[in-house]
């Protein structure tokens, strides 16, 4: 710690500040800069053309007055060198020279990494990128001048200046013109200079750092003299959540402040976080990812004003001011308290819990929305009255939305701290059973606070509880539910994975020769093989009613496994078709749990099967002397990798978790429901008999598609290539395993002994007729069935 002293003879407690900090701002600004780098290449790839054709007009338009282009270019290549020199003398003379030393260092980086960076690209196979930013002329790919007077400008900071930064980038405009007008440097080639000179600086900045703004201490102590206050003690205490300076001023009069300090440089703190919120959430629910020092002290300020207004139990705001062009304060009356944190669970009773509803719902009559209920915002004072601070996220004349969002976050802390049920009936004694149903819906982890998710992590089945105790107080409310995501992670995972597919799937298409595909093929076999895709849907509509001992019609649930198909095309393979036989068991009034277990036997029992066909087959095709396909070995290493494979996970404890979770969820009803099945010897045949026909029509399908083309191949070779795709389809994370399926099974058909062009072949007209032909009879089965309430 060190003692800083302020006008008037305040010494202030702090530790010294760091001479230089590394911003966020300048990481944030070179990864910014990098991707629009990137869209910048991508896009002047596309329009070669165009830039092609304004190259050439320019060039006219420059040799009609070729006087006033030799003046320009004089200008501009004088002006560029002559305008940071002149910015480096004025900085010296007002003792900035360390700001010049980093723009030097920037510009020597530039200069270095321009050179190498085009060497790198004429040496390479970029053929296109080498093209479009050389013309294909003997120039240099980045102008190396030019990237380090970029990066030069961008490490001295002059965009600060507008007189000093209005001529810079006047003086390279010209620059370029000139050079762009002399075919001595391209379109493309310059933009790409220009962010990658502004790329090199902002990392040169953020690497060397930049000097500490920040004002300290003392400034804080002058800044509340301004405000009529007689500070005769300061110390720094503790920051907040957000990362803001904290002071403790003692006043002259006995009194104390609690003062918080707002820097502007630490307004894109959690920036990243933060847009990643605000592009997955919807629009009422995220909050603005920048704002600026000015806009954040009043947003704080209104809010601590609203507060007091409201009544609720906060510490008063007693003044605000700017300190500098830097950073804002705001103080607060002190009151002793302590964190809601830091006390006991066992001395959070009853009395207390009304206590903290109490100072919610006066928040909630006037419109007010916390946002950030959780312990370190909920304090006691001496008295154990309960005082609410950190205002700063609130929002005034809050909506619906926001005020439930605060209700849901409060129960889920509270139920974290004393249990679902106790959270529960507090909150139903103060806010009423009808606010709880409707925060119900937004008992969701997307809804709360990264604390609150985190400890729900550790704890178990709280929203359920939660949830649970909910309806047994309200049981006929019906609220809508709340959709807060516009997506999910695993939506997003699921478009790259699609698009990686289809572009393997585009690969595969563009070495099979369609017509020939369409003239060439047996359509006898094709034929056969479109009844036995068929089949498969009647197959598992048969193992489905096989695992339910409640009556189904049959022809009503193949409709549903045709609707499956319709949903696996935004869906992977292995969730489309649960999800939708799940929601259909629950239509014809089998509870939830009951629906999860029947569909959970149901692919419990068709990977036993599968397992057990695939070393069928392997054995029998291992040991056949008639076939060149002989899989044993292969079969052997495919096996030690799994049991590798099951190693790992089971010896890795957060994998473990994960799947320990994942096969409770789905399995924790199977037994019993498979007890139930086997009390039905018809439905114990309905159901084997449907899942042994589900493998055995893909893989008479898949067969006869081989043979659609003079494939010759044993049944069991086709089998076992079919088994082991459909494994691999199943776990990959593409709608209907595209991509995987094909290349699997394009692979395992070339491993068996066909030709590539024959295996694409038959694996394009296997997919044909199992997965995209289905769609269409698929979308109208599965209107059908909503319209008519089976789904």
């Known amino acids: 710690m060190a003692e800083s002293r302020a006008d008037g003879g305040v010494y202030v407690v702090e530790p010294l500040l760091p001479q230089r900090l590394r911003r966020p701002s300048d990481l944030l600004r070179f990864f910014a800069t990098l991707m629009v780098l990137g869209a910048v290449i991508l896009l002047a790839l596309v329009a070669k053309q165009t830039l092609n054709g304004l ?36 900085r010296v003379f007002h003792r900035d020279g360390l700001r010049v030393a980093e723009g030097l260092i920037a510009a020597i980086i530039g200069m270095a990494g321009s050179f190498l960076l085009g060497q790198w690209i004429e040496a390479s196979s970029l053929t296109d990128l ?20 970029i990066a030069y400008t961008t490490a001295v900071r002059i965009a ?18 000139t050079y762009f007008s002399g075919r001595q440097i391209t379109l493309p080639s310059a933009i790409v200079t220009v962010l990658v000179g502004m790329a090199i600086g902002y990392a040169t900045l953020y690497g060397v750092g930049s000097p500490n703004t920040r004002p300290p201490g003392s400034a804080v102590v002058a800044a509340l003299r301004k405000l009529s206050f007689s500070p005769v003690s300061a110390r720094r205490i503790e920051d907040d959540h957000q990362g803001s300076r904290r002071y403790a001023i003692g006043l002259v009069d006995g009194t104390s402040l609690d003062v918080t300090v707002l820097d502007r440089d630490r307004q894109v703190a959690g920036l990243p976080y933060r847009l990643w919120r605000r592009i997955r959430l919807h629009s009422e629910t995220r909050r603005r990812a920048i704002r600026s020092l000015r806009a954040e002290l009043e947003r704080e300020a209104l809010m601590a004003y609203a507060a007091q207004a409201a009544g609720a139990s906060t510490p008063r705001l007693l003044g605000t001011s700017e300190i500098g062009t830097e950073a804002a304060l705001l103080a607060y ?7 809601l944190d830091e006390v006991p669970d066992a001395e959070i009773d009853d009395a207390l819990l009304a206590q903290i509803w109490e100072q919610v719902e006066l928040l909630q ?46 129960l889920t802390y509270l139920a974290l701290r004393v249990g679902p049920e106790r959270s529960v009936r507090a909150a139903a004694a103060v806010m009423g059973p009808d606010a ?72 595969q298409l563009s070495k099979v020769d369609l017509y020939k595909v369409a003239t060439t093929a047996n359509w006898a076999w094709s034929g056969l093989a479109l009844i036995a895709s068929f089949c498969s849907f009647v197959a598992a509509a048969l193992m489905l009613r096989g695992f339910v001992p409640e009556r189904l019609p049959l022809w009503r649930t193949v409709l549903v496994q045709f609707a499956s198909s319709f949903v696996k095309l935004v869906a992977p393979a292995a969730v489309g078709g649960v999800a939708i036989n799940t929601r259909y068991l629950q239509k014809r009034g089998i509870s939830p749990a009951l629906a999860v277990a029947s569909v959970g036997a149901s692919q419990l029992i068709m990977l036993v099967f599968h397992i057990a066909l695939l070393l069928l087959f392997a054995y029998i095709t291992g040991s056949a002397a008639a076939t060149s396909f002989t899989p044993s070995r292969g079969l052997v290493v495919a096996m030690l990798a799994i049991a590798l494979l099951v190693a790992v996970v089971l010896g890795v404890p957060p994998l473990r978790r994960i799947v320990t979770v994942r096969m409770r969820t789905l399995f924790s009803n199977v037994l019993p429901r498979l007890l139930d099945v086997l009390q039905s010897p018809a439905k114990m045949i309905e159901a084997s008999v449907g899942t042994l026909m589900i493998t055995i029509a893909f893989v008479a399908c898949l067969d006869a598609c081989v043979a659609a083309f003079g494939g010759q191949l044993s049944f069991t070779a086709v089998a076992v290539v079919y088994l082991t795709a459909n494994a691999i389809g199943s776990a990959a994370p593409t709608p209907g395993g595209l991509g995987a399926v094909e290349y699997a099974l394009t692979l395992g058909l070339v491993a068996a002994g066909l030709e590539w062009d024959l295996a694409a072949s038959a694996v394009l007209l296997f997919r044909l007729l199992t997965f995209w032909l289905p769609v269409l009879p698929g979308w109208a089965a599965f209107t059908y069935l909503q319209r008519h309430e089976a789904l």
């Open 130 to 149: 080498r093209i479009l930013l050389t013309g294909d002329r003997e120039i240099e790919p980045l102008n190396t001048l030019l990237t380090s007077v």
């Open 55 to 90: 190259e050439q007009d320019v060039k006219v338009g420059a040799e009609m007055v070729p006087l006033l282009s030799r003046v320009a270019a004089f200008i501009g290549s004088a002006a560029v060198l002559i305008v940071p020199a002149a910015f480096a003398v004025e």
């Open 333 to 339: 009356e002190h009151i002793e308290t302590r964190p």
């Open 160 to 177: 600060r200046r507008p007189t000093w930064r209005m001529l810079m980038w006047t003086s390279i405009a010209l620059y370029i013109l």
């Open 365 to 410: 009559i006037q419109r007010l929305a916390h946002r950030r209920l959780t312990g370190d915002s909920i304090h006691l004072d001496r008295a154990g009255r309960v005082v609410l601070t950190d205002a700063r996220s609130g929002e005034i004349a809050a909506g619906d939305l926001l005020l439930r969002l605060d209700i849901a976050q409060l």
């Open 436 to 507: 709880l149903a409707a925060a119900m819906p937004l008992l969701q982890r997307i809804a709360l606070t990264r604390e609150t998710r985190a400890a729900l992590s550790k704890a178990k089945n709280v929203l359920t509880g939660l949830r649970d105790h909910i309806v047994a107080l309200k049981p006929q409310g019906k609220v809508e539910e709340v959709r807060l995501e516009r997506f999910r992670p695993r939506t997003l995972i699921t478009i790259i994975a699609s698009t990686v597919a289809a572009y393997v799937v585009l690969s």
